[in-house]
């Protein structure tokens, strides 16, 4: 730049007025990605033919030519708008090229052009600058604007001269300062021809500004990019050089940390006593990981491999208790009824303690039985696999399964990958800490599946006994044997599931509960636990049995005791508030001295008007209408049919959400009863009238064959004009020949009609020995009639003569 300030103060000025070049014709200085500004002097060397012939040319005229970029594969043309550059020094080299500095004089567009050989001669118009206006307060505020932003600019990128910064600074006009500017800011091509070719002055230096602002603002995230990255830095090497002096400390004292946590490491593995294999293994991986750097990735991830090996039980065991009376006692205290699970289990105790005599030896090398408890919400499954644990002496872990849809999630992730870790199945044995837990897989049919694999097909290994002695983990690499794990599974249904699945487990159905299995329970178990939650276990608190029963009919209807439960608690956050407004809880009134007794008549007081009222609702006879039960995943219903008869052509209407197997189980009732239609004095004609049934509740779907007698039975009221006999509650699948079949889920359903204030029930005759299965307090509170075939049906329920046969 001196030597530019030199030739500057060498050259005469030819001409005062350099702005009067319209109509005159230049020689034209083709450029590649250079843009050019007046007021600028600018040094290049000339190495091309066109640019030699345009300085030649120029050099014979009066040393001024007009330079313009050249477009990007434009095959050869420029843009539009350029500068007029006076040539201020030039020097002709041995190989005919030039070295020259350029003066920029004004900015100019081209009118008109003509090439003459390699020599392209242009006539131009100038690009008015405003340097004549008078300049306004608000100019000169831009400009002090322009000004402050390119000096913070040029502190940013360190590559703009003292000289551009005086000559920025001294600017008088603003076609002067943005010419200046606009020449030292690194920009793409593109951008500063629009800055070259604006006409208005005050919006070229508000675009300058805007520009300039942008381009501080990327500076300012990257210089704050840069110091977080160089803290960083600064802070991983200070850590390294303090770790490598400790190390040096730890050898001249004659010990290494680090290789002294191996030892422990190694230790740790060798006092768990795995197998061979996964000795082996392990010394392989400790051999790699000294050799590591202890910071470096891979010395973490075979640190937490090694860890893992470490950890897992291979073989610890719990003793398994073997007093079959002390185990039948833990089932009996912790669980009402449920005979068929606990008896299972202490068939396992027994088989299990016989094996361990014969073999010498606790616990024995058998195959442990894969259960799997099916049942209605708030039946107790999971609690229940908590007691069977306990019953026998065995460590007990859950894993929840709803909704898992990642196959690594059972089986585990390659320790390659960041954050990798074992399956839940080994993470549940590593928090057991022994070999033989009792591991719950709760809710295994809410399982999902997708793109990333089907848990349920991982499970296959893991519930097998065949298999599941060398069970891998894709974490571990290595074989573990589940096989002395006692797996439990909870469902709330079966369809789910697929059957390769289901045929490894032993399927035990925990059945609904009556009413007589709920008021005990209410009393033992539930009341003494929610006066505890919520701080009345030392107040006088009790309720009647038969407010008990009220809460069970008119404020709760499942089949399990979490609704019941949830109802206990109102009443006792109730009686809580009650007795702190009554001044208990104090030194003056002890809360032990608090007492209540809850009839039930307070229960209206306490819990809000009835919910339910089932002796009003299905008590009450109307024609074409008749009550079938049906079995759900959240226990037995009540199915309302009704059915509406109209003049016709014997078609068949069903709605109601209702599925395809029932409305097969529609068509068999109309098809069964339009063949057995001479044997009944019918009121409407099958042929000539057409059948809308609906089964209420249309937002819920519903679907099976059991529904096909209670359809057959709506029909025929609708047919015969009569209601059937009031109280009767029925289920069973219908053939085309008039046969009624077995059904499942027998409990749920006589507990369903139970809890609707039904007095009689209809069942399959093929179901008797179900029937003589259930307990006596649930068979005391109905009257059943087992029937072979529908015309039976229609007679008990049609008594003479409204049936005629």
Same mark, same amino acid.
């Given at each position: 730049?001196?030597?530019?300030?030199?030739?500057?103060?060498?050259?005469?000025?030819?001409?005062?007025?350099?702005?009067?070049?319209?109509?005159?014709?230049?020689?034209?200085?083709?450029?590649?990605?250079?843009?050019?500004?007046?007021?600028?002097?600018?040094?290049?060397?000339?190495?091309?033919?066109?640019?030699?012939?345009?300085?030649?040319?120029?050099?014979?005229?009066?040393?001024?030519?007009?330079?313009?970029?050249?477009?990007?594969?434009?095959?050869?043309?420029?843009?539009?708008?350029?500068?007029?550059?006076?040539?201020?020094?030039?020097?002709?080299?041995?190989?005919?090229?030039?070295?020259?500095?350029?003066?920029?004089?004004?900015?100019?567009?081209?009118?008109?052009?003509?090439?003459?050989?390699?020599?392209?001669?242009?006539?131009?118009?100038?690009?008015?600058?405003?340097?004549?206006?008078?300049?306004?307060?608000?100019?000169?505020?831009?400009?002090?604007?322009?000004?402050?932003?390119?000096?913070?600019?040029?502190?940013?990128?360190?590559?703009?001269?003292?000289?551009?910064?005086?000559?920025?600074?001294?600017?008088?006009?603003?076609?002067?300062?943005?010419?200046?500017?606009?020449?030292?800011?690194?920009?793409?091509?593109?951008?500063?021809?629009?800055?070259?070719?604006?006409?208005?002055?005050?919006?070229?230096?508000?675009?300058?500004?805007?520009?300039?602002?942008?381009?501080?603002?990327?500076?300012?995230?990257?210089?704050?990019?840069?110091?977080?990255? +160089?803290?960083?830095?600064? @802070?991983?090497? %200070? !850590?390294? /050089? $303090? =770790?490598?002096?400790? *190390? &040096?400390?730890?050898?001249?004292?004659?010990?290494?940390?680090?290789?002294?946590?191996?030892?422990?490491?190694? +230790?740790?593995?060798?006092? @768990?006593?795995? %197998? !061979?294999? /996964? $000795? =082996?293994?392990?010394? *392989? &991986?400790?051999?790699?990981?000294?050799?590591?750097?202890?910071?470096?990735?891979?010395?973490?991830?075979?640190?937490?491999?090694?860890?893992?090996?470490?950890?897992?039980?291979?073989?610890?065991?719990?003793?398994?208790?073997?007093?079959?009376?002390?185990?039948?006692?833990?089932?009996?205290?912790?669980?009402?009824?449920?005979?068929?699970?606990?008896?299972?289990?202490?068939?396992?105790?027994?088989?299990?303690?016989?094996?361990?005599?014969?073999?010498?030896?606790?616990?024995?090398?058998?195959?442990?039985?894969?259960?799997?408890?099916?049942?209605?919400?708030?039946?107790?499954?999971?609690?229940?696999?908590?007691?069977?644990?306990?019953?026998?002496?065995?460590?007990?872990?859950?894993?929840?399964?709803?909704?898992?849809?990642?196959?690594?999630?059972?089986?585990?992730?390659?320790?390659?990958?960041?954050?990798?870790?074992?399956?839940?199945?080994?993470?549940?044995?590593?928090?057991?800490?022994?070999?033989?837990?009792?591991?719950?897989?709760?809710?295994?049919?809410?399982?999902?599946?997708?793109?990333?694999?089907?848990?349920?097909?991982?499970?296959?290994?893991?519930?097998?006994?065949?298999?599941?002695?060398?069970?891998?983990?894709?974490?571990?690499?290595?074989?573990?044997?589940?096989?002395?794990?006692?797996?439990?599974?909870?469902?709330?249904?079966?369809?789910?599931?697929?059957?390769?699945?289901?045929?490894?487990?032993?399927?035990?159905?925990?059945?609904?509960?009556?009413?007589?299995?709920?008021?005990?329970?209410?009393?033992?178990?539930?009341?003494?636990?929610?006066?505890?939650?919520?701080?009345?276990?030392?107040?006088?608190?009790?309720?009647?049995?038969?407010?008990?029963?009220?809460?069970?009919?008119?404020?709760?209807?499942?089949?399990?005791?979490?609704?019941?439960?949830?109802?206990?608690?109102?009443?006792?956050?109730?009686?809580?508030?009650?007795?702190?407004?009554?001044?208990?809880?104090?030194?003056?009134?002890?809360?032990?001295?608090?007492?209540?007794?809850?009839?039930?008549?307070?229960?209206?007081?306490?819990?809000?008007?009835?919910?339910?009222?089932?002796?009003?609702?299905?008590?009450?006879?109307?024609?074409?209408?008749?009550?079938?039960?049906?079995?759900?995943?959240?226990?037995?219903?009540?199915?309302?049919?009704?059915?509406?008869?109209?003049?016709?052509?014997?078609?068949?209407?069903?709605?109601?959400?209702?599925?395809?197997?029932?409305?097969?189980?529609?068509?068999?009732?109309?098809?069964?009863?339009?063949?057995?239609?001479?044997?009944?004095?019918?009121?409407?004609?099958?042929?000539?009238?057409?059948?809308?049934?609906?089964?209420?509740?249309?937002?819920?779907?519903?679907?099976?064959?059991?529904?096909?007698?209670?359809?057959?039975?709506?029909?025929?009221?609708?047919?015969?004009?009569?209601?059937?006999?009031?109280?009767?509650?029925?289920?069973?699948?219908?053939?085309?020949?008039?046969?009624?079949?077995?059904?499942?889920?027998?409990?749920?359903?006589?507990?369903?009609?139970?809890?609707?204030?039904?007095?009689?029930?209809?069942?399959?005759?093929?179901?008797?020995?179900?029937?003589?299965?259930?307990?006596?307090?649930?068979?005391?509170?109905?009257?059943?009639?087992?029937?072979?075939?529908?015309?039976?049906?229609?007679?008990?329920?049609?008594?003479?003569?409204?049936?005629?046969?």
């Amino acid at each position: 730049m001196n030597l530019l300030s030199v030739l500057k103060g060498n050259v005469k000025e030819k001409s005062k007025d350099r702005t009067s070049g319209a109509g005159e014709d230049f020689p034209l200085l083709p450029l590649r990605e250079l843009v050019l500004f007046p007021h600028t002097t600018t040094p290049m060397f000339i190495t091309y033919k066109l640019g030699m012939a345009a300085v030649s040319e120029a050099l014979r005229r009066d040393m001024r030519l007009f330079a313009a970029c050249l477009k990007v594969q434009e095959g050869g043309e420029t843009y539009p708008s350029g500068s007029v550059m006076c040539i201020v020094q030039h020097l002709r080299l041995p190989d005919h090229t030039f070295r020259v500095v350029l003066r920029g004089e004004y900015r100019a567009t081209i009118a008109s052009s003509s090439k003459q050989h390699d020599l392209a001669l242009v006539r131009v118009e100038p690009i008015p600058g405003g340097e004549a206006d008078p300049l306004s307060s608000e100019t000169i505020a831009l400009m002090r604007s322009v000004q402050k932003s390119f000096v913070q600019y040029g502190e940013f990128t360190k590559k703009v001269g003292t000289e551009t910064f005086a000559a920025v600074e001294k600017a008088e006009t603003p076609e002067q300062l943005a010419n200046l500017i606009c020449n030292a800011l690194i920009l793409k091509v593109e951008r500063k021809i629009v800055l070259l070719s604006m006409e208005d002055p005050r919006g070229r230096l508000e675009t300058i500004l805007e520009t300039l602002e942008k381009e501080n603002e990327i500076f300012g995230i990257q210089r704050t990019i840069s110091a977080q990255v +160089k803290i960083r830095m600064e @802070k991983n090497q %200070r !850590e390294y /050089v $303090l =770790h490598e002096q400790l *190390k &040096e400390i730890h050898k001249e004292l004659g010990r290494d940390q680090g290789e002294d946590d191996l030892r422990e490491l190694e +230790k740790a593995i060798e006092l @768990k006593a795995p %197998r !061979e294999e /996964v $000795l =082996h293994k392990a010394r *392989k &991986e400790l051999v790699r990981l000294r050799k590591l750097q202890p910071l470096s990735p891979e010395a973490g991830i075979l640190r937490g491999y090694l860890e893992w090996i470490a950890e897992l039980p291979w073989n610890e065991a719990s003793q398994d208790a073997g007093d079959l009376r002390e185990a039948k006692a833990i089932l009996d205290a912790n669980h009402l009824a449920l005979q068929k699970p606990k008896e299972r289990i202490l068939e396992f105790i027994a088989v299990h303690h016989l094996m361990a005599l014969d073999q010498e030896q606790l616990p024995p090398r058998g195959k442990a039985p894969i259960l799997c408890f099916v049942g209605p919400p708030g039946t107790g499954k999971t609690s229940l696999g908590k007691s069977v644990a306990q019953a026998l002496g065995r460590r007990f872990v859950r894993i929840s399964l709803g909704g898992l849809r990642d196959e690594a999630e059972i089986r585990g992730h390659r320790k390659t990958y960041v954050g990798a870790l074992p399956g839940k199945i080994l993470q549940a044995l590593r928090r057991a800490g022994t070999v033989n837990p009792v591991l719950l897989l709760d809710e295994i049919d809410k399982l999902a599946s997708d793109f990333r694999g089907d848990p349920a097909a991982a499970l296959l290994e893991v519930l097998d006994p065949e298999q599941n002695s060398t069970f891998t983990d894709h974490y571990l690499e290595l074989s573990y044997d589940l096989s002395q794990v006692l797996f439990i599974t909870t469902a709330n249904s079966l369809h789910t599931l697929a059957y390769p699945l289901l045929d490894r487990m032993e399927i035990i159905e925990i059945p609904g509960y009556g009413e007589h299995e709920k008021l005990p329970m209410a009393q033992r178990f539930l009341l003494p636990k929610v006066r505890t939650e919520h701080g009345l276990d030392r107040a006088q608190i009790a309720f009647t049995d038969e407010a008990v029963r009220a809460i069970i009919r008119y404020w709760t209807m499942e089949s399990g005791v979490r609704g019941l439960e949830r109802e206990l608690a109102r009443c006792i956050r109730r009686i809580a508030r009650d007795a702190l407004e009554q001044g208990y809880g104090t030194q003056e009134k002890p809360l032990p001295s608090f007492a209540r007794t809850v009839d039930r008549d307070a229960l209206e007081t306490l819990l809000g008007r009835r919910k339910y009222k089932p002796e009003l609702l299905f008590k009450e006879t109307h024609l074409g209408v008749c009550y079938g039960l049906a079995w759900t995943e959240t226990g037995g219903v009540l199915l309302p049919v009704e059915t509406s008869c109209f003049e016709g052509t014997g078609e068949l209407l069903i709605t109601g959400n209702v599925g395809e197997v029932m409305k097969e189980s529609g068509s068999i009732a109309v098809s069964y009863l339009r063949s057995v239609q001479d044997r009944y004095a019918f009121k409407e004609d099958l042929g000539k009238s057409n059948f809308h049934v609906h089964v209420p509740e249309g937002a819920i779907p519903k679907d099976g064959p059991s529904a096909g007698i209670t359809l057959a039975v709506s029909l025929f009221s609708a047919l015969y004009h009569r209601p059937p006999q009031p109280g009767f509650a029925m289920t069973g699948e219908l053939t085309l020949t008039g046969r009624v079949l077995p059904i499942g889920g027998l409990k749920e359903k006589l507990l369903a009609a139970l809890r609707n204030g039904m007095e009689q029930v209809v069942l399959p005759q093929d179901n008797e020995e179900d029937w003589a299965d259930l307990d006596q307090e649930l068979k005391a509170a109905l009257q059943v009639h087992f029937v072979e075939t529908a015309p039976a049906v229609f007679t008990l329920l049609f008594p003479s003569p409204a049936v005629e046969v």
